[in-house]
Every structure is written in C-alpha cells, then in structure tokens.
C-alpha cells in the first residue's frame, strides 16, 4: 500500500498523518539505533534535562517555546492539541492509535517537544507496536546552550518505544532531515509524482519553477505556445477512455465501516510490511466530520465487491512558496490488493479533477503502487520527502 499518512498538507497542513508508507523490505531499514551524537557535544556533558510526556498543564510552556522559536526566525510551532483528529470521538478507552506530546524541560521552561503517533504495524502479518514520530523542535535551534536537548528526547522515546519511524518533507538542510542524520537513522526518499490537470494554468502558476529564469522561460513558453493545452488535452482523452474500459466504481463515503475491515483483512498478505488500516484506525486518523478528507469507497463493477478505498483532500492555495495560487488535490492514503492499485489511483485522481484541482501530487513507496502512479499518468518529480527509521 503506498501511503501518505503523514504528508504535505498544505500538502502538509493536512499532513499530519501524513505519510504513511509500506517499506519495500523491511529488513533492510530496521536496525539498531547506535549511539545517539550530533554537532557540537556529547549527549552525557549535556545538563540534565526531565524527559516526560506532556499533560494541559504543560500547554502554557509549549505556547512559550513556540513563540521563542518565532521570535529566532523558526516558521514551525508545536500545535497545542496533540492528539489525533478523531481521537477525542472515535477512540475507545485502550486502544493502540492515539497520538501524544513528549517534553524535555529544565524545570523552568519547555526546551525541545516532539509528537508521537503510536500505531500498529503489521510485519509479515504479525502485529507490533511502533511510533511515528512527528515535528521534533528543539530551542537548540536557536540558542546552542539547549542543542542536546531534542537529542536527549529521543533517546528516551526510544527507551519507551525502540520500534519508531520519522516521516516528514524537508531539505537536506532542513533542521529535521539533519537531525534524524546525526543520530544515524536510515533513510529512503519516497518518490514523489504529479499531474498536472490544467497544464498551461500549471506552467504560469507554480512558483517553483519560478526560482530558475530557465525553466521560468521555459514554462512561459510552454503554457502560451499551445503546448500546455495539447498535454491537458491528452490527459484528458486518457482519462475518458480509462473510465470508458474500467470494470471499476468508486462513491464517496462519510466514514469507514465495515467493509472497511473485510479488506483489510483480504489484503493484509500482499504486504510484508502494512499499517494498520481497519475502519477504527482510520476513522481515528480521518474521522467522518473531517472535512477536509474525502474517502473513496472502489468496487468493481458487476459484482458489486469492495476492493479498496483511497483518501483525497484538495485546498486552494495563496501566495505558497511552492504551490503559488494553485488549487493542489492529494493522495492522501489507500490501500486494496496490489492488483487493484491503480484503479485506487486512478480513482483518486478522477475525483480530484472533478472538483477542480489545477495539480494533483502524491507520494508511494511500494513498487506497485508508484507503478500504479505512472499508469495512470502522473509524472515523476524530485522528492523532499523522506522516511526515517
């Protein structure tokens, strides 16, 4: 299942449970964490530092780290409601799919916070327990006395919970990428791919070709010389027939239910590595007065059996460093039967540009399903998108 749990949001303020990915072999990603080190100092010179998870009384102290970091020029901030969209609605007393806030603090002031999503991770079909970790901050940032602190942190998140896995857009340069490099986790960059629906709007909005004057002319004359509209209407030809020879049919629904859980169960083997995917899980992560998400049930047609679903979001941009003024559709998450990933994509995409969207972005990591990208499609693009574990 290629999955996004986790993902942009604006392609990342939706994020959140953005990126959620099956590994491609999960033996070679999972290790032993060495010894946890970064720039400028031994985590045992470090002050001592109370690691602990975060309760309502802590919410004031996060609210000041936030804006010490503002006031520093960091455009990051720790929400203040860590738990999971649906959680407070959707999720029973126990149950493994909640999220949480962990602190390190000195005593006067919150110095480092990170959130902390538990979930369930179906290995081989065995179930374990793991962490997706999320958003780790650090006042190091700006003030080297506290630059251990975030290190300490997850050391003790480890200590707590050593099956844990980092997903997140960024730069090489970007303070999360290389942080999760100097504590020495693995990691593999999750192809990106994009669809382009309005081809010449596209090629004169994207601000990220923009930034060089080559691809700026290039698309300028791209989007004015036809070229954009010839594309648009190729992509649009294919989508007809694709839907003219389909044998399958996707409904938006309001909820995950029961049939929900009947695939899950029916395609769990086709993965060596899955997240849990059951309708309470998701209605946990992408609950139903959510609106934000838009939840494809796929059938096929005839026999009426359900085979998969996909998640989808759209947002109208304004001003975005990437996206300019845009209206960007995301796959957000599916999952089915390898044999059927592409028409979940296919799905996804068809929805997306029936209400509107200029471009639609995605990222996958398993095979099929980036294979499953490209049938139907979408075009392969650089990744800032990376899984840590």
């Known amino acids: 299942m290629g999955k996004t749990r986790a993902k942009t949001q604006e392609k990342s303020d939706l994020d959140g ?13 999972l290790f032993a964490h060495p010894s946890y080190i970064c720039r400028g100092g031994d985590v045992k010179a470090a002050p001592i530092m109370n690691i602990r998870f975060a309760d309502d009384s802590d919410l004031a102290a996060v609210a000041r780290l936030n804006r010490r970091l503002k006031a520093g020029g960091r455009d990051d901030e720790m929400p203040l409601d860590p ?29 480092a916070d990170m959130l902390l999503c538990h979930h369930n991770a179906y290995i081989h079909g065995v179930r374990r327990d793991f962490c997706w970790t999320k958003m780790p901050l650090s006042e190091g940032i700006i003030d080297s006395k506290y630059s251990l602190a975030i290190v300490q942190l997850i050391k003790r998140a480890l200590d707590f919970q050593p099956f844990m896995m980092g997903v997140g857009a960024g730069t090489s340069e970007s303070e999360g990428h290389r942080l999760f490099v100097d504590l020495r986790w693995r990691r593999q960059s999750m192809p990106f791919f994009f669809y382009p629906v309005n081809v010449s709007k596209v090629l004169r909005g994207l601000n990220y070709l923009k930034n060089n004057v080559k691809l700026r002319y290039g698309a300028l004359l791209g989007a004015y010389s036809g070229v954009g509209v010839g594309v648009s209407g190729l992509l649009a030809l294919r989508r007809k027939l694709s839907t003219i020879l389909s044998v399958y049919e996707a409904s938006v629904v309001e909820r995950f239910g029961e049939w929900t859980d009947r695939i899950f169960a029916h395609s769990l083997s086709d993965y060596r590595v899955a997240i849990r995917s059951d309708a309470l ?22 026999a009426k ?85």
Request: glycine share 10%; with cysteine.
């Open 305 to 389: 059996v359900e085979v998969g679903w996909i998640v989808v979001a759209s947002k109208q941009m304004s001003g975005n460093h990437y996206f300019g003024d845009l209206k960007v559709g995301t796959l957000v998450d599916g999952f089915g039967r390898l044999e059927d990933a592409s028409a979940l994509v296919a799905s996804g995409i068809n929805h997306l540009v029936r209400v509107g969207a200029d471009i639609i972005v995605a990222n996958f990591s398993h095979a099929v399903w980036v294979e499953a990208c490209r049938r139907s499609g979408m075009f392969s693009g650089p990744s800032n998108f990376q899984l840590f574990v």
């Open 83 to 111: 738990a999971l969209p649906g959680e407070a609605k959707y999720r029973p007393e126990g149950f493994p799919v909640y999220r949480r806030m962990i602190i390190s603090e000195d005593g006067q002031e919150v110095r």
């Open 17 to 29: 449970q953005a990126a959620i990915s099956y590994l491609a072999d999960f033996k070679e990603l």
């Open 281 to 302: 899980s998701l209605n946990i992560v992408y609950p139903p007065d959510d609106h934000r998400y838009i939840r494809l049930k796929v059938m096929r047609n005839g």
